[in-house]
């Protein structure tokens, strides 16, 4: 019976089980000088940390792929070759502690230029070296600054970047990769009928507001090869069913996208949810795996669960169920970086422990 614990095959890739982390913005990397948007000390012992403790594949959060497209200007990027070669030292550092590499890449649209949360959030001005943000119009995040409206030209642009962002990330040592197209951040801005009010090829209907998206997977695709995984991490929802008339993102849409995103070589989705609107959202425990579920069960495509997954067992019987292939933990690791190899304990697993620990157990 597949659970938890289950090698997971993808492509040529083997995942030695079914927890994975999820990728969660630091806001600590290097913000000036020539290791600006690099890794720092503390990514290799954050991460490092997280795959000691267990967990099958280690998502590296939000990399931008053009300095405009970071969240914070603490972001980590992959648009030089310093932070390619930084981004190498973190990815040995994963592998070489048990876990799969993977990297999610990212342009923060219409919510960049941002300060640290821990300094406040809201807007980092340009003489404290912020910038002016982009998106599919002109229309500002709700206290954020008003974007500039991408041209064809600078949306083919910025195709060809996640591409070289991409190829760097598999010559740093990275296994997957992940296109970020969820909360609120450009893709997904470029997908929701409520933010994307384009009329040209980018926008409309489905077909429209998709494509920017499926351009990025075909070049990505292209720029990886045949033998690395290719995942997408989409809201599922806004949370809202319209906006002055205007329909928002919906989980059937998400549906449609799926089976469009897997007909072109995506290997695995990521199902999150919300981000674009300030909204509130549900607080039951499967307030956002129920949609994970739905799209598993309408596409048969690949499907990562992520959203209040804290108990094992919980976790286990979303992927021992069939229900979809893994998890993603977010705030469980961050609270408890061993949490993988305690939920083996707990399930009558054999924890997968670093030699340099298991001959203190016992175990070889």
Request: proline share 6%; glycine share 10%.
């Amino acid at each position: 019976m597949t659970d938890l614990f289950t090698p997971l095959r993808l492509r040529d890739l083997e995942i030695p089980n079914r927890i994975w982390m999820s990728p969660m913005c630091m806001y600590s990397a290097a913000n000036s000088g020539p290791e600006v948007g690099a890794p720092t000390e503390f990514h290799l012992g954050h991460y490092g940390a997280r795959a000691a403790g267990g967990v099958g594949l280690v998502m590296v959060e939000a990399t931008a792929v053009r300095p405009e497209g970071r969240i914070s200007a603490w972001d980590l990027g992959l648009w030089t070759d310093a932070q390619e070669a930084a981004m190498g030292r973190l990815a040995a550092t994963i592998e070489a502690n048990g876990a799969v590499p993977a990297i999610q890449l990212a342009h923060a649209g219409r919510k960049a230029s941002t300060r640290q949360p821990w300094a406040g959030g809201g807007v980092l001005p340009n003489d404290e070296g912020g910038w002016d943000p982009v998106g599919p119009t002109g229309e500002p995040f709700p206290g954020l600054k008003q974007p500039n409206e991408l041209t064809a030209d600078e949306i083919g642009g910025l195709v060809q970047a996640w591409a070289e962002s991409a190829r760097r990330a598999i010559r740093a040592g990275f296994r997957a990769v992940e296109i970020h197209a969820a909360h609120g951040y450009l893709l997904h801005s470029f997908l929701s009928p409520l933010t994307n009010r384009r009329t040209d090829q980018y926008g409309g209907d489905l077909s429209g507001r998709s494509r920017f998206l499926l351009e990025v997977l075909a070049a990505v695709r292209d720029a990886v090869g045949p033998e690395v995984p290719v995942f997408i991490r989409i809201s599922t929802t806004d949370w809202v069913t319209e906006s002055d008339g205007t329909p928002a993102w919906t989980v059937e849409e998400s549906v449609e996208l799926t089976r469009l995103a897997t007909e072109r070589g995506a290997d695995l989705i990521d199902a999150s949810s919300g981000g674009l609107v300030p909204v509130s959202i549900p607080t039951d425990v499967d307030y956002q795996t129920r949609h994970a579920r739905t799209i598993a069960a309408q596409t048969g495509a690949t499907v990562a669960a992520v959203g209040r997954i804290t108990e094992p067992a919980a976790a286990n019987d979303l992927v021992a169920g069939g229900s979809v292939d893994a998890v993603f933990l977010a705030r469980a690791l961050l609270t408890n970086p061993s949490w993988a190899n305690l939920a083996a304990t707990e399930l009558g697993a054999t924890p997968r422990l670093l030699e340099q620990y298991a001959y203190t157990q016992g175990r070889r």
